[in-house]
């Protein structure tokens, strides 16, 4: 079975710092994208930071670049984000996801997801 296990969100303050990690386990990427996408109440899904195994690229939404780092060590077969100056809209519920072979920012093509991880972010 696939199973991607998030952790790392918590609480903090307006310009505080978090680093996510997702651990993937039964599969590996192969030329796919892998990623983030984050859920608020009221509002879709959005794949906000998220790379694409085959190249090393990365692709971020607009309002996270700059302050959102996306990275995949292969070998320990996690992904990571690191979040900096966090502001109170980046509030959501993070989740881990993989194999999208279509666009990486497109949060309704990843096949598999974690169980999501809350960051909270006050002003």
């Known amino acids: 079975q696939v199973r991607l296990v998030e952790s790392g969100g918590d609480s903090v303050q307006a310009g505080g710092s978090l680093r996510l990690s997702c651990v993937v386990s039964?599969?590996?990427?192969?030329?796919?994208?892998m990623g983030w996408i984050r859920q608020t109440p009221g509002k879709e899904r959005e794949a906000v930071a998220t790379?694409?195994?085959?190249?090393?690229?990365?692709y971020y939404v607009d309002d996270v670049k700059g302050r959102f780092t996306v990275s995949h060590d292969k070998a320990k077969n996690t992904v990571y984000l690191q979040m900096n100056n966090l502001k109170p809209e980046d509030t959501a519920l993070y989740y881990c996801?993989?194999?999208?072979?279509?666009?990486?920012?497109?949060?309704?093509?990843?096949?598999?997801w974690g169980q999501g991880t809350q960051v909270t972010v006050s002003s």
């Open positions: 790379i694409y195994t085959g190249s090393g690229g990365t």
């Open positions: 039964g599969f590996t990427s192969d030329g796919s994208c």
């Open positions: 996801a993989a194999e999208n072979l279509h666009n990486c920012l497109h949060a309704e093509s990843y096949k598999y």
